[in-house]
């Protein structure tokens, strides 16, 4: 234990008595408080209250094996503290039974139901415990547990399918969207009640498509569960692939050249920068101003053209590896990189003029869609979405990592919360993106940009987060012996997100859904994982 800790752990202690059983860091960012029963209900209030924390995230894992019992994980953060706090808890095989944090959490309602579903372990007093994860057909098995094989065939599914809040009152109507969409996009449903064109509430469905991808990562040597990383979410494959190595690096204790940091930065900031310009000509497209959208999507081109000449892959697949990246770029690459970020800067700026002297899409994206600060925050929304609602958190800045602590940015932050202030999150990111690259740039990138990887030590646990360019992405590890994985966690930005769009929508008519809808682009993949 640190100097750092003590006072934390003394405080804990007094509080708590015995249930803090120890405190131990096998790095000085990742402290981790091993408690002595499964109910965190009153330390997370502590945590909460006396230091301002945030709770992350909620998983659980499978030890049975090794020692005895589940444990869920609650990852803690405290507001200009580089540090996560990580509450391990242990859960009895032979109770299966945690008390639920969701009544008055409504951010882990999701994560609580997903360890419901994986694992078996039933979440004691949660306002809403029905599968989420798992479908409600779906046979009594938890395919989480070690004691399932992944190679199990499963029966065709029968019995009763999700069933919906039932639309009642006179002049109030249902209307069913998805799960299969018109457009390349993964299903997803949403079953609006209506009464006229006014959208009373709005039910949603995900997890049509799960892969079992966090099960996957226990069967491949951790050199190929890089490509599954990539594969959580394609348009954001470098990020995730970029969080995976960094817990597989923080666990082997690796030191990465800083060249190889340096050039993810860039690389992370280009795919930051794609999606953007992308969703901001999708939102003037659902509001019919199809000029601005031409425009954006021939900027997009030119950087996934540019994804291209730098890393052979256009979504930047295949680049980002354990110890660094896999290749270099020569002198006439960093030219086409300068080259084509300073052309794209000034068009940029001429796209987003033509969109901000439209009035009638101000009128449409102008408090469209409104979620309150309030309830960004009860419901933990993070990324573009939550920062255009008051939530003033960026990985990138608060929890530093690749070449980022090199480089100050601006975090945008707007109070409005709606479509036309999420679009204008996306803006000044793009902004300070371009600044970000055009630095790094100007850096040294000649030099050792990949270190050798030595065996992964077996039992060792990491965790890794990256701003993705939707928000907040978190991977835990525990690796295993023969370099494979016990366990890897994942948590994208998506699956704290849906239930805001929930919120966002109440009280919009319902031909505004598709905007408000893709002002916060979330994705199915990433959720479904």
Not at 237 to 259: D, K
Request: with cysteine.
């Amino acid at each position: 234990m640190t100097q750092a800790m003590f006072p934390l752990f003394e405080a804990l202690q007094q509080k708590f008595g015995g249930q803090v059983q120890s405190m131990h860091a096998d790095r000085d960012d990742e402290i981790y408080v091993v408690v002595g029963d499964p109910d965190v209900r009153a330390i997370t209030e502590y945590l909460i209250s006396e230091y301002q924390a945030r709770l992350v995230t909620v998983f659980a894992e499978d030890r049975r094996l090794v020692e005895g019992v589940f444990f869920n994980y609650y990852v803690f953060e405290q507001k200009g503290n580089a540090r996560y706090l990580i509450v391990r808890a242990p859960v009895r095989a032979d109770t299966l039974e945690f008390p639920s944090l969701s009544a008055k959490l409504p951010a882990v309602n999701w994560q609580e139901r997903e360890i419901q579903d994986w694992f078996g372990l039933k979440a004691i007093g949660h306002p809403n415990p029905r599968k989420v994860a798992l479908h409600d057909n779906w046979p009594d098995i938890h395919p989480l547990s070690k004691d399932f094989p992944i190679d199990t065939v499963l029966p065709p599914f029968e019995g009763e399918r999700h069933i919906y809040r039932p639309a009642l009152g006179e002049g109030v109507f249902q209307v069913p969207v998805g799960p299969v969409h018109a457009g390349i996009i993964e299903p997803g449903h949403f079953s609006f009640a209506v009464a006229g064109e006014p959208i009373l509430y709005l039910q949603l469905r995900m997890f049509y498509t799960h892969k079992g991808t966090e099960k996957l990562f226990e069967k491949l040597p951790i050199h190929k569960a890089v490509f599954l990383a990539e594969s959580i979410s394609g348009d954001s494959s470098f990020s995730h692939g970029t969080a995976f190595c960094q817990a597989i690096e923080r666990a082997a204790q690796m030191e990465v050249p800083l060249v190889a940091h340096v050039m993810r930065t860039i690389l992370l900031e280009l795919e930051r920068i794609c999606n953007h310009v992308a969703d901001i000509g999708a939102i003037a497209t659902d509001v019919g101003f199809v000029v601005a959208n031409a425009h954006a999507s021939r900027l997009k081109e030119t950087l996934l053209a540019l994804n291209e000449q730098l890393t052979g892959n256009r979504l930047l697949r295949g680049m980002v590896c354990v110890g660094g990246v896999r290749r270099t770029w020569n002198v006439a690459q960093l030219d086409t990189l300068r080259s084509t970020i300073d052309a794209f800067a000034a068009e940029f700026q001429d796209v987003i003029t033509l969109i901000h002297s439209s009035e009638s899409t101000h009128d449409r994206l102008e408090h469209t869609g409104i979620l309150r600060p309030e309830k960004a925050k009860d419901l933990g929304i993070v990324g573009v979405a939550g920062r255009a609602s008051g939530i003033d958190l960026d990985v990138r800045r608060d929890h530093t990592y690749a070449a980022y602590g090199s480089y100050s940015f601006r975090v945008p932050v707007y109070q409005v919360g709606d479509v036309w202030h999420r679009m204008q999150v996306r803006i000044d990111e793009v902004n300070e993106a371009i600044d970000i690259i055009r630095r790094a740039t100007d850096d040294n990138l000649h030099g050792e940009f990949r270190a050798p990887v030595p065996p992964i030590p077996p039992d060792r646990c990491a965790l890794s987060a990256v701003e993705g360019w939707r928000g907040e992405i978190i991977h835990w590890i525990r690796t295993g012996p023969d370099n494979h994985l016990e366990r890897c966690k994942i948590k994208d930005p998506s699956l704290n997100n849906w239930p805001a769009v929930v919120e966002a929508v109440q009280g919009n008519i319902i031909a505004d859904f598709p905007v408000i809808n893709k002002s916060f682009n979330l994705s199915y993949s990433g959720t479904d994982r």
